[in-house]
């Protein structure tokens, strides 16, 4: 359908180009400093200038650790000159394991400096740094705990027994060293506050963990020697933004977040980003295609942080009626533990962009026979978390799982720049088709959008006939209706492509398109029903929960929560939801016109797995520890999250 626009913009797509422009942003965000941070926003402004956009600029969001956008608390800014750590051995020779001038990763990000002549105290191996059960009850004053926990983990529950600082191994890749940049008090939160607590852990590659762990289980008394010089205190934390100009006022957004020292995550992804941009520029300039009707923008973040504060504080949020979110790219299939994903929208959101991406995926990808790709349903990880209602952006991810993620291994010789080249081709025909598209071409997007929900419904009839065994009939057969319900709203989305004189007549074709879903969601049912030895069976009436049925939610806040707001103290053992698909799929559905169980109800359709869960089920997915979904909602109205 869209070959010949994917040729033409394949012939500008510079995949060795995207590769360098890879190597000199990962070259600096590897060393993941705010001035460092700066450095790259210039780098990456500086490309698309040369490329000939317009409106390059870099924003600047407060990084004061107090400041919130949405309910995300900004990160306090970091700097560092430098760290390094010593093994001891009782003879007083001294053994280096860690120099953050050699690996960057060796110090998680936001550890506080030591004293100027640096601070030794004897090692410790605690396996679970974690587990205040795995101390010894007097406490470790004054040591150094050694573990293979995350070091944020360990962090207060060390500190508070006497620990003056954390050793990690962290395993994820034998050789490598993990990346820490989580640094919160809140065992399950993310950036660090100035409310947190500070500290210092450095990190070591397992393989340099099993040596440590031999001498100590050998009887050598081992001390440790850290010098960390670096800094905490207010400053700004970068975005980079540039456009090519639209006719109209609406815009169509690329999105990803820089700023992390991995190569496949995400320089690939930024880089990826700069070369649709620049070929679509050039294509428009030569007079290959003509100049969009809609702008298209790329925005290039800190992961969620300065997201939230564009989407806060930019009339472009507004404007913007589609995004796709770039988010590793780019990376070599046997290094991956997934392979190459289009995550979709939420339920709440659907659109039709999900059936458009994958279309141009299943074109794009052709050429790349020995890289696998799958289409699967939304995930909430990264920045395609603007496609909450509250936001509005329905935004699709491209991305990928790589086992090297957040460690020393993510380097540039893992990106291929085929690929690379690929995905810039798919990003930039994503872009100027939705930025292009009127009636036409929204019929176009409504049939892929059909046939991507008659796909679905056919796949999800065979999966609710594995279930009966589990699950009941009617069950399945409420599934069956909620997914073509949700397949007919992607369908009716595409109108507001088209111009107001022209949508009643899209609006015509919409329905006959949707007419065709919700038949074929009765005949899976019917089929289902068939197969199940009860042909005619009419579904009984979903009961819904009474102590739910009359509060009708209404959200306060923009975007997924975190609790960031609530000191920790307040919180009552309740853990930071900010990556809860549950939650995030229960509020999506709070417009403050459904009941919560409805709410409660069409999340657990979305979420489904073997069976439709309660609201009381699927609160455990959210907080294990809350009795009830209306005990965990009242406390989010008392901290003024919502109203009802």
């Not at 500008?12 to 990962?26: K, N, P, T």
């Not at 000939?52 to 800014?77: H, K, N, Y």
């Not at 169980?597 to 455990?620: F, H, I, M, N, Y």
């Amino acid at each position: 359908m869209f070959r010949d626009l994917l040729t033409l913009v394949g012939s500008r797509c510079d995949g060795q180009r995207a590769y360098d422009d890879a190597g000199a942003i990962h070259s600096i965000d590897r060393h993941f400093t705010f001035s460092a941070f700066q450095e790259s926003a210039r780098l990456s402004a500086d490309r698309l200038r040369a490329a000939g956009l317009s409106g390059v600029e870099i924003l600047q969001a407060p990084a004061d650790g107090e400041s919130i956008f949405g309910d995300w608390r900004m990160p306090l800014a970091w700097e560092v000159e430098g760290a390094s750590f010593d093994v001891i051995a009782p003879d007083g020779s001294v053994q280096r394991i860690a120099d953050r001038a050699e690996a960057p990763q060796c110090l998680a990000m936001w550890s506080a400096p030591t004293p100027s002549e640096g601070v030794e105290g004897e090692i410790i191996w605690i396996a679970d740094g974690a587990d205040a059960a795995s101390y010894p009850p007097a406490g470790i004053p004054g040591k150094i705990v050694f573990t293979s926990a995350h070091p944020q983990q360990a962090k207060s529950v060390a500190a508070e027994r006497g620990g003056i600082g954390i050793l990690s191994d962290l395993p994820r890749l034998p050789e490598a060293i993990s990346w820490v940049n989580s640094w919160s008090d809140d065992p399950g939160g993310w950036a660090f506050h100035t409310t947190d607590r500070p500290a210092w852990a450095f990190l070591i590659t397992p393989r340099q963990g099993e040596e440590l762990r031999a001498r100590l289980q050998a009887g050598e008394r081992l001390r440790g020697r850290a010098l960390v010089r670096t800094g905490l205190g207010p400053g700004t934390l970068p975005a980079v933004t540039g456009m090519i100009p639209g006719a109209g006022k609406e815009e169509v957004l690329l999105l990803g977040h820089q700023f992390e020292q991995g190569a496949i995550d995400n320089a690939s992804g930024v880089a990826v980003m700069i070369e649709a941009m620049r070929a679509l520029r050039q294509l428009i300039s030569e007079g290959k295609l003509p100049p969009p009707e809609r702008t298209v923008r790329c925005l290039f973040v800190s992961e969620c942080y300065t997201t939230f504060y564009w989407a806060h504080t930019s009339p472009a949020r507004r404007r913007t009626i589609a995004g796709l979110c770039l988010d590793s790219p780019a990376g070599p299939p046997e290094w991956l533990s997934k392979p190459l994903t289009i995550y979709g929208n939420p339920h709440a959101n659907m659109s039709y962009v999900d059936a458009l991406l994958g279309e141009l995926a299943r074109e794009v990808m052709q050429a790349l026979p020995g890289y696998p790709w799958r289409g699967v349903g939304f995930f909430s990880a990264t920045d395609n978390l603007i496609a909450d209602p509250t936001i509005g952006i329905p935004c699709p991810w491209l991305g990928a799982h790589s086992r090297t993620w957040h460690t020393s291994a993510d380097t540039l010789d893992l990106l291929d720049p085929r690929q690379l080249g690929a995905m810039a081709q798919m990003a930039a025909a994503y872009a100027y088709l939705v930025a292009t598209a009127g009636a036409a071409q929204a019929l176009d997007f409504a049939h892929l959008a059909a046939a991507r929900g008659k796909a679905a419904l056919a796949a999800a009839g065979v999966e609710e006939l594995d279930r009966l065994g589990q699950g009941d009939l009617d069950d399945a057969v409420h599934q069956l209706d909620y997914l073509a319900a949700r397949h007919a709203e992607a369908v009716e989305s595409m109108v507001a492509l088209a111009r107001p004189a022209q949508r009643r007549e899209v609006r015509r074709h919409a329905r006959a398109l949707q007419r065709d879903l919700r038949r074929a969601g009765r005949a899976e049912s019917e089929a289902l029903c068939r197969r199940a030895g009860r042909p005619g069976r009419t579904a009984a009436e979903v009961e819904l929960e009474a102590t739910l049925r009359e509060i009708r939610p209404r959200r306060l806040v923009m975007g997924p929560l975190t609790l960031d707001r609530v000191p920790l103290a307040e919180r009552k053992g309740r853990p930071d939801p900010r990556w809860s698909s549950a939650l995030f799929s229960v509020l999506c559905w709070c417009d403050g016109k459904r009941s919560l169980a409805e709410a409660c109800q069409l999340a657990a359709r979305e979420l489904r797995g073997a069976r439709t869960l309660s609201p009381d089920e699927l609160v455990k997915q959210i907080d294990p520890n809350a009795p009830t979904m209306l005990d965990y909602f009242e406390f989010l109205r008392q901290h003024g999250y919502l109203a009802w």
